[in-house]
């Protein structure tokens, strides 16, 4: 008699990843990003032309000297791009991995502890939703300082409360399941039970959200430096189409590139976090 060999089951991770590919708009959004990133990465190295410097008249129209014509100063558009790639799509990670720590930190402790935690936290939470973020963001770079580290902070500060909900709920949901009992029971400490045994089971919709949360913060660099409070030392997407929105009409491809530019990120990393709840998603993951 033969015996059929057992099938070995596959990793949480490798489960994920599995699905993830099966996700056509998640891959295709996966290779947009890669190709932007690997832009910004290598794109100074084939194109070796300072944003900052003049190398032509302004409002040049794209030619052989400058692939994507210049803008009102006479900068290079395409150097723009590549250079400006670095600083809003890092404005973006960093950003979001601040709105995500602060939100999962402020859910994380209202939902597991709830009480008078609770109750403290859940008002802070809606001061901080009741204000406009743009217009509080907007406060926060002026008080400080047009500088991209500051834009990067403000933006990370007023996004939070979003992730905090999402956290709190799920913290909600899992606490009084029976495997958190069973570990107190089993003398697991608050701390233990936060860290080790509850945010593993509450991640799969908070990954989901992080990566939804860079595409946010890369639109809100753009709103920022639109309005003109962006890093005038730092190129950045935001900042081309924020000094180019006056002259659209007499140098399009200064505002438009740029634009197409943000659209693009902001494209790949939607698709992206599309792919990724697929993946992550039980109900989903079963069709």
């Known amino acids: 008699m033969q015996v059929q060999p057992v099938a070995r089951a596959l990793s949480p991770a490798r489960a994920a990843l599995r699905q993830f590919l099966r996700s056509p708009s998640g891959v295709a959004g996966a290779i947009l990003l890669l190709a932007l990133i690997l832009a910004t990465i290598f794109g100074p190295m084939l194109y070796p032309i300072d944003p900052l410097e003049i190398v032509g008249l302004p409002f040049s129209p794209p030619d052989a000297d400058a692939l994507l014509g210049t803008d009102y100063l006479g900068r290079d558009v395409l150097a723009g791009l590549i250079h400006g790639g670095r600083a809003t799509m890092t404005v973006g990670a960093v950003a979001a991995l601040i709105t995500i720590v602060i939100g999962v930190s402020v859910g994380a402790l209202s939902g597991f502890f709830g009480g008078w935690i609770d109750s403290l936290l859940v008002k802070i939470s809606e001061f901080f939703q009741v204000l406009p973020p743009l217009l509080f963001a907007m406060v926060l770079v002026t008080l400080f300082g047009p500088r991209l580290t500051t834009i990067t902070i403000a933006i990370g500060v007023v996004s939070w409360t979003s992730a905090a909900r999402l956290t709190r709920a799920e ?117």
Request: charged letters at 15%.
């Open 171 to 287: 913290f909600m949901r899992l606490r009084d399941l029976d495997f958190i009992k069973a570990s107190r029971a089993a003398g697991a400490g608050n701390w233990h039970l936060i860290m080790r045994v509850v945010l593993p089971n509450a991640l799969p919709p908070i990954i989901v959200s992080a990566t939804l949360a860079i595409g946010v913060a890369i639109l809100f660099e753009g709103g920022l430096s639109f309005l003109g409070l962006g890093d005038p030392n730092t190129m950045s997407w935001g900042l081309m189409i924020g000094q180019n929105r006056n002259y659209v009409l007499d140098a399009w491809w200064a505002v438009t590139f740029p634009g197409a530019a943000i659209f693009l990120a902001v494209l790949a990393v939607s698709l992206v976090g599309d792919g990724i709840n697929d993946a992550v998603n039980p109900r989903l993951r079963r069709r």
